[in-house]
């Protein structure tokens, strides 16, 4: 037995030994093209300028290549967490059990994350030099924890490293899939703080830039990371293989179109060839395209032959793709301290907005003024494309899906786009009322059409059941977890729905929400996820790990009306204005008097109910109707059974009338 397992080891040591000279070759490659982009773009030889502090070269280099460390020890924990999360299922014995492969994967992921939590912190120093460019050795202790807790970029490195040590610390302790998945979570979101205060954030597009930014990291980071974990697993990858192969296949079309997004954001046409930063972009551009068509080409040939045993052919190209990925990534990180050409703003508020001050609203600027929010628009389309796939996928099996509630779910988005995207979301940003329709349209009728679509329902109908544990079972899972029967419950349903109208707005959240790019996405999420909730428990036609009696769904509902009124009221009959500094800092020259706005916004508050209302009854009729009539046939089934069967004390209407019976007798 000996004598087979020392090849057999030998062998697997050698593998593993050109797979770690593969990947030392591709970061060097990464490395040394952050330096030659650093070098010939011109960021680390900025000319001294009248007035003006120099900046170090030596912060700059140090910045640079920093963040190329930062990015590669992020894809690593993103994709190894995830992959081992969900590339491949639990143990047969205990399906939440993680596999060996991966524990392995899980490891290497706090091993990285860990990793990225120090560069993080050794980023700060290096930061807060490059930010008032100052030498390193005039950084001190108490200006850097000023630094830290003080500004925005400061804030978000100091909460990247707090969100990766959490993730290192739990990826480290966990031995199940959902402790993997929290460890995934966890990694993903210490990506995110960096995207809202980089270069991006900062220009007059910075909306658009930074949602097209979010899109662009956070697919780079599960594309390359999740290769790096195909390619580092030891065997068994086929089912890890397809897993990664149908989300690499969405995930590269994001990588493409959302940095094209922040690609024209940043630079216009003609500074494509004239700066630094427009070059090297286009470079960029260029290497993740040739490794989109590796991607390409893994999918048609490479991926049958993992699925046939034989790896050699995937491990060539993954190595040159992780290399092509790594140059990538090392464009990127100078491209993080090569600044792009400024232009001009056209006025102040573009700064504070990301477009220029609109005019005076009418109906033609509502219809016709766009300002994408491109985080909502790529969302709707997603979904709605899934939700199309799903429903041709049952008519191909010869089973029906009502065509309404496919009408009912392509409305539900584009009423969020049409209330986030068109003229009426720059509005938002200037005018109470015009925010007002748009809270309304996303916590009130939106969830209402997404929730009476029944998604959850088509998917668990449309997927395919999987043994090993896929997506139907995991969806399963989530509707049936102690989570889904906590914020199930009715009384916590309501406090989630009725603190989205009184904490933002009484208290200083809906200021910092209109100031920070951050801010106004999580309220906007935050509308819509209280509302589907919300009407999933009343009205929603989805599998619920805790139903409610039509009464209790009344009386539920009944409560939010008087709530709503009272908000809307208070409103209406405020003296003072909510986000004061910040309206008065836009100063609109059309706006006259922006009390009578907040509280034409109450107005709208107090009256917009109505309709959903109406809505929402109706169905709440219609559905308890056709419960007591589906209770009906059944109660008439036992009965038919009983009579056939000659057992009378099985039919229900018999047992009822017995009951009646003896309470009569009873009186007597």
């Known amino acids: 037995m000996g004598s087979r397992s020392g090849p057999r080891r030998g062998t697997d040591r050698g593998r593993r030994g050109t797979k770690a000279l593969a990947l030392a070759l591709a970061a060097v490659a990464g490395l040394v093209a952050a330096i030659a982009a650093l070098d010939l773009g011109g960021a680390v030889d900025i000319p001294a300028l009248p007035g003006l502090a120099t900046p170090d070269p030596l912060v700059t280099w140090a910045s640079g290549l920093l963040k190329y460390a930062y990015d590669l020890a992020m894809l690593a924990a993103v994709g190894c967490t995830i ?136 697919a780079a980071a599960f594309w390359a990371g999740g290769l790096l974990a195909l390619f580092i697993a030891r065997r068994d990858p086929a089912v890890a293989a397809r897993r990664y192969s149908f989300a690499a296949a969405l995930a590269y079309p994001a990588i493409g179109i959302s940095g094209l997004i922040v690609f024209g954001a940043n630079v216009a046409v003609s500074d494509l060839w004239e700066s630094a930063y427009g070059r090297i972009a286009l470079v960029k551009i260029a290497v993740l395209a040739v490794g989109g068509v590796l991607g390409w080409v893994h999918r048609r040939r490479t991926l049958p032959e993992v699925e046939a045993g034989d790896r050699r052919a995937f491990n060539r190209l993954a190595a040159v793709e992780l290399t092509l990925m790594a140059v990538a990534f090392g464009l990127a990180s100078s491209l993080s301290v090569t600044p792009p050409p400024t232009e001009a703003l056209p006025d102040p508020n573009t700064a504070l907005l990301g477009f220029p001050t609109p005019g005076p609203m009418s109906f033609t600027t509502i219809v016709l003024d766009w300002y994408p929010s491109v985080l909502l628009c790529a969302a709707a389309v997603t979904l709605v494309g899934f939700y199309v796939a799903g429903v041709a996928r049952l008519r191909r099996r010869g089973d029906a899906w009502p065509w309404y509630r496919t009408a009912l779910w392509i409305g539900g988005w584009a009423v969020i786009v049409l209330t986030t995207s068109t003229g009426l979301g720059k509005y938002g940003m200037v005018l109470f009322s015009a925010h007002m329709v748009q809270h309304m349209a996303l916590n009130m009728l939106a969830p209402i059409l997404l929730v009476l679509a029944a998604p959850t329902t088509l998917a668990l109908r449309a997927l395919r059941p999987d043994r090993a544990g896929g997506p139907r079972e995991w969806l399963l899972a989530l509707i049936h977890s102690r989570w889904s029967r906590f914020i199930s419950r009715p009384l916590v349903t309501l406090f989630i729905y009725l603190t989205s109208l009184y904490v933002m707005y009484f208290t200083g959240m809906f200021e910092w929400a209109m100031r920070s790019h ?31 009696t039509y009464p209790a769904k009344v009386l539920l509902y009944f409560v939010t009306i008087v709530f709503h009124a009272i908000f809307g009221l208070t409103l209406m009959m405020g003296t003072g204005l909510i986000a004061e500094d910040w309206y008065t800092q836009l100063a609109m020259p059309w706006v006259a008097d922006l009390l009578a706005d907040q509280r034409a916004g109450g107005g709208i508050a107090w009256a917009f109910g109505e309709i959903p209302s109406l809505i929402i009854i109706g169905v709440l009729i219609a559905q308890w109707a056709r419960s007591e009539e589906r209770e009906g046939r059944r109660l008439d089934r036992m009965a038919e059974r009983a009579s056939a069967t000659g057992h009378p004390e099985d039919d229900p209407h018999e047992v009822y009338n017995a009951y009646l019976a003896s309470l009569d007798q009873e009186r007597r």
């Open 518 to 548: 951050f801010g106004h996405l999580f309220m906007t999420a935050h509308f819509l996820a209280a509302g589907c909730l919300f009407f999933w428990v009343v009205i929603g036609p989805d599998p619920k790990p805790r139903p409610l």
């Open 83 to 218: 992959a081992a999360a969900c590339f491949l299922p639990g143990r047969t014995g205990d399906r939440a059990r993680l596999a060996a492969q991966s524990w392995r994967w899980l490891r290497i992921g706090a091993a990285a994350a860990g990793l990225w939590a120090l560069v993080a912190l050794a980023s700060l120093p290096v930061d807060f030099a490059d930010t008032f460019v100052r030498p390193l050795s005039e950084v001190t202790a108490p200006g850097l924890w000023s630094y830290a807790t003080q500004s925005e970029q400061g804030q978000s490195l100091a909460l990247t490293a707090l969100l990766a040590l959490a993730a290192a610390v739990v990826a480290a302790r966990a031995f199940t899939i959902p402790g993997a998945a929290c460890a995934a979570a966890l990694a993903v979101a210490a990506a995110v703080p960096p995207i809202f205060t980089g270069h991006s954030a900062s220009n007059g597009n910075h909306q658009i830039a930074v949602d097209g930014l979010l899109i662009h990291v956070l």
